[in-house]
């Protein structure tokens, strides 16, 4: 990197850090830094973060808050670790990748165990083999290959990742220019566990809930809300950032998507949630609580309405493609590496060819596998991000990747999302229903001058450039 960029990136960190104090005057500050970064996504976030200062809506209220509730150290790292080194420097290095053919993911989601202390109804991962984990130096190459790769940001899932906290609060404490998100079900993150991640800063924890306590409790327990409850409170007072991960299904959609319920967390200090639909993957996969069509359309308008007007970041792994370009899978954007070290094109489509053990992150990203999914993007003719998944949006895409590639399952079943012909019916259905709902709305977006994704805007060309 050349010192003049070196420079700049240092005025832009220091530039944020003093822009998040939780004073609306100080967000102005972040009309200079984004004129002086060069990358068009980036600076056209900063510039509608410092549009929403104005209004103090959208982004602007829940940097607001996270200035006023998030320590020092923790808000350092998030800029310095996330929109720094994973989103100018990473990207930097990826697009450097991309000019000598070769594609690298913008991040990395690993499950070095999958063994849980507790055995929820429905896991998506459930079925994984609990034998075997990765070790603390098959995590370090990981880590080392995934920052060579501009992967500053890596998402640890599982299993439940606590279950391994002394290997992880090394490798943290040992990588402390990444960014770090951990899914977990709150429950062993106890006072000593807590005040490390307050020093180290660059770790956020995502705690799993289904709604409050009776909901919660039915599915992952008795008493794991109260656990996970004073959780979110010890995370609360040592100022270290964290957010709720909740799966909504047809019984729930309603519960979970509410203000009242969004409000109930962000009183508890959650600053971010993730919201995934509940999948039919796995043995006898329950089809019923899949959301309806219908159901998943009006929970993402109101996800996306709450968004703007609620101090919290929101994502919504369904129905915001058109936020984040479509599908994230195949290496496109992210990849996932199991306890077995094996490498999957998502974490809900548990399929993969190569194994970390005997491949780097960047061959397994480029291998013919996942190549032919990303081929296949954006699935549809017309491009239609608002179905951007190729499991249960577009069907065919997985099963042809599988089919033309002979890639073997993950774990007993998991071919059944491709091969039952009682969920294969099913799920065509869904696919069909789907499309019709939302192919006219895409179709009014993208010729919309005014939309982000009107049809000759080169970043929607873009999406069809292998």
């Keep these: 990197m050349r010192v003049r960029d070196i420079v700049a990136r240092r005025i832009v960190e220091k530039t944020l850090l003093r822009s998040m104090t939780g004073r609306p005057n100080d967000l102005r500050r972040l009309l200079t830094a984004a004129q002086r970064i060069g990358d068009n996504g980036v600076r056209s976030f900063l510039n509608t973060f410092s549009q929403d200062s104005s209004t103090q809506t959208g982004f602007a209220q829940l ?44 991040h990395v989601v690993i499950s070095p165990t999958m063994r849980c202390n507790l055995h929820c109804r429905g896991c998506y991962s459930g ?12 995590i370090e190459k990981v880590l ?41 079900n709150g429950t062993l993150l106890d006072q000593r566990t807590v005040d490390e991640l307050a020093r180290l800063g660059n770790v956020a924890p995502a705690i799993s809930v289904e709604g409050y306590q009776e909901e919660t409790d039915r599915r992952r327990g008795a008493g794991v809300f109260e656990k996970l409850q004073q959780a979110m409170n010890r995370l609360r007072k040592a100022g270290v950032i964290f957010g709720i991960s909740v799966t909504y299904t047809r019984e729930n959609a309603e519960l979970v998507s509410s203000e009242e319920f969004l409000r109930y967390y962000i009183d508890a200090g959650a600053l971010f949630g993730w919201y995934f639909m509940f999948m ?9 609580l899949v959301p309806t069509p219908e159901q998943r359309l009006a929970f993402g308008r109101k996800v996306a309405e709450m968004r703007m ?52 992150i960047l061959e397994a990203a480029n291998s013919p596998f996942f190549r032919s999914i990303r081929q296949r993007f954006p699935y549809s003719a017309n491009g239609n991000l608002l179905r951007p998944c190729m499991i249960i949006d577009n069907p065919r895409v997985l099963r042809e990747a599988v089919a033309e590639h ?52 080169p970043a929607y060309k873009s999406l069809f450039q292998h």
């Design 63 to 106: 940097f607001l808050r996270m200035g006023r509730e998030a320590s020092h150290r923790s808000k350092r790292k998030l800029l310095k670790n996330l929109i720094c080194n994973w989103g100018l420097e990473g990207l930097r290095i990826r697009e450097s990748l991309k000019e000598k053919g070769l594609h690298a993911p913008s």
């Design 127 to 138: 079925l994984y083999t609990k034998d075997g984990q990765l070790s603390e130096k098959e």
């Design 144 to 184: 080392r290959e995934a920052r060579q790769i501009g992967s500053y940001f890596v998402v640890v899932s599982g299993g439940e990742p606590y279950l391994m906290k002394d290997t992880w609060m090394r490798l943290w404490k040992k990588h402390p220019d990444m960014y770090f998100m951990t899914y977990t």
């Design 280 to 288: 039919p993957v796995g043995r006898d996969p329950d089809l019923y």
């Design 309 to 360: 007007r609620l101090p919290i970041f929101l994502a919504d792994f369904w129905n915001d493609g058109p936020a984040v370009e479509g599908c994230l899978a195949g290496g496109r954007r992210y990849l996932h590496i199991l306890n077995s070290g094996r490498i999957e094109a998502c974490v809900f489509a548990h399929f993969g060819v190569d194994n970390i053990r005997e491949k780097t």
């Design 406 to 457: 002979i890639v073997t399952q993950g774990h007993e079943h998991s071919e059944d999302i491709i091969r039952d012909p009682q969920v294969v019916q099913w799920v065509d259905r869904y696919a069909a229903r789907f499309k019709e709902l939302t192919d006219p709305e895409w179709e009014r977006m993208i010729d919309d001058t005014q939309n982000r994704w009107y049809r000759e805007g």
